[in-house]
């Protein structure tokens, strides 16, 4: 059964969306003379602070320049935030932005709640067989098109490669010579090997694949979080912790793996295109070059690392439909993304793209995208952006030492099935 506003009263939105507080502000009208767009268009945007969102915002103000009579609300709402702002705005009618910018979970569970308009058909989808197949696929639900991408990615290993030098080590390739070289590191130089993100079990993914593993089967609505791969997965990290391999945290995960790691207080952090801006930032980083971007190391049963990414999707109730399409194909041209993989080294979700000069050249890009090729897709369910909250419960109690691995999937999986109505 769906939950919410289900996809009957999406009819009822689009009915009231004159009358709904579809975004902050007058929305006015998506047509003037001559069919010229006005109006006002309200975008959520949820990519970093201080590094991303420059970028964005500078390039949502071209919109503007395209479309005089059209004003860009940019809104600048925290990652780790938007997913429930949005549900409460969507579902209250009221403060609901006209376009978002989605993790690529999100979206199916949005299109599920009745929160989105449709795309195909409209402006918004422009040029989609462009689109790579893998991106496309997080913004379809129940054979409808609810977003269009804008960024896809993936993980890999971020090492510092002056501490490399000084400690005399190679990359690892798998978790079995990341122990080994993290002692080495540590024996050598006084650092740690690598910080591992405690508070986020997006972190967690690409140990779960290595040891063959994965959160649930969709085909056959099996939840596979609790399987022997997954408690393998969590004696692996809780390993890692204990060898002294690595450090963890609790809580701040992001702000203390990224200052470690900027500091040269750790030697390897893993993550992703989107912290590239960031890292560089850091005192160890403005030498560019001393930044070394390797593959997860590969577990047992060999390299894996989770698909993620952005799309923008429309809100259902925005009082400004045809601009928000109109900006939704802005934002996710091949121009755009364009700018943006050579500004910020995010990977486009344009074929074309990859074949412009500028993003050609990109070093960090064209390291990602082979690794983006052979990324694992979650499942794309409207509760997939709700598995990771029993899970990071399960993940950091495992690191910090409070619950065994066992228990730890045991737990996960036990919720999952409550999550999950008529799975095994």
Known sequence: MRRGITATA???????????????GDSGSAGGKGGELSGTVTWWDTSTVGSEDKVFRKLAEGFTAQHPKVKVNYVNVPFGDAQNKFKNAAQSGSGAPDVIRSEVAW???????????????????????????????????????????????????????????EAGVEVPGTVDELKSVSKKIKS????????????????????????GGNLVDAKSKTVTVDDPAGVKAMTVVKDLVDSGAAK?????????????????DVAMIINGPWAVADTYGGAQFKDKANLGIAPVPAGSA?????????????YAGSKNLDASYAFTAYMTSAESQAKVAEELSLLPTRTSVYARP??????????????????????????????????VTEYTKVLTGQTTPEKGVESTGDAYRKLLKGWK
């Not at 599920?112 to 449709?118: K, M, Q, T």
């Not at 050598?188 to 079990?201: P, Q, V």
């Not at 993003?359 to 990602?368: L, R």
């Open 10 to 24: 999406l009819a009822a939105i689009l009915a009231l969306a004159a009358t709904a507080c579809g975004s902050d």
């Open 107 to 165: 979206t199916p569970e949005f299109a599920d709640l009745g929160y989105l308009a449709p795309l195909d058909g409209t402006p918004a989808l422009k040029d989609e067989k462009d689109f790579l197949p893998q991106a496309a696929a997080s913004t379809r639900y129940d054979d409808k098109t609810y977003a269009a991408p804008q960024v896809i990615d993936s993980m890999g290993i971020f090492y510092n490669k002056k501490i490399f030098k």
């Open 188 to 211: 050598r130089t006084g650092k740690t090997g690598l910080y591992l993100r405690g508070d986020d079990a997006y972190w967690f993914l690409s140990f779960l694949y290595g040891e």
């Open 248 to 264: 963890t945290d609790a809580t701040d995960g992001w702000e203390n793996m990224q200052a470690s790691f900027k500091d040269g």
């Open 302 to 314: 060999g390299q894996g690392a989770p698909q993620g990414g952005h799309n923008l999707a429309v």
């Open 358 to 391: 500028e993003v050609a050249k990109n070093e960090i890009v064209g390291f990602f995208k082979p690794v983006v090729d052979k990324a694992i897709e979650r499942p794309w369910i409207p509760e997939t952006g709700s598995l990771f909250a029993p899970l």
